[in-house]
């Protein structure tokens, strides 16, 4: 979605209401796409004292393996952003300001990479996640091991005492 900002430049007073869906299915994450429905988004574009910011909320449903134990899980995400937009820099601080050529911001790109650049790093279906045996390869959120644990051979004679 492009949003035509020249109104909200030009008024100290103007403002813009944002209530829209940006489509992220074709985002890959190790050959999964972890956001197959439209991210909802909503939000404004103000001017106040000649400053513009674009404030934006977000929510999505993030499906992927868990990281530890591979449990396909859904999670209801939500996100908040908020960037100061300029019609052109002087200096170096790209990183603070988002520049708006023409007067016009391509909103579903700021949102993607807002998004990306916030999830989680670690996906888990819960925080207490037990994950799985390196040994056996069963889950140890619903199972037991069944592995026979080895005893470290300088322990083995402690072993036959405690027995």
């Not at 790209?94 to 993607?112: C, H």
Request: charged share 30%.
């Amino acid at each position: 979605m492009i949003l035509d900002l020249r109104e909200v430049f030009s008024s100290k007073t103007k403002a813009v209401d944002i209530d829209t869906t940006v489509d992220m299915s074709d985002y890959d994450v190790y050959g999964v796409q972890p956001i197959a429905l439209p991210v909802s988004v909503k939000g404004d574009v103000k001017n106040s004292a000649d400053v513009v910011t674009l404030n934006v909320t977000v929510e999505f449903i993030y499906s992927a393996p868990c990281d530890r134990c591979a449990t396909e899980t859904q999670k209801q995400l939500g996100m908040s952003f908020s960037h100061v937009l300029v019609s052109s820099l002087a200096g170096d601080d790209e990183e603070e300001f988002i520049v708006v050529e023409n007067m016009e911001l391509d909103l579903d790109d700021v949102v993607k990479t807002d998004i990306i650049l916030n999830l989680p790093t670690k996906f888990l279906c819960s925080e207490d996640c037990k994950g799985v045996c390196p040994g056996c390869g069963r889950s140890l959120n619903t199972d037991e091991c069944v592995c026979e644990k080895e005893v470290d051979p300088r322990l083995a004679k402690l072993k036959e005492l405690l027995k």
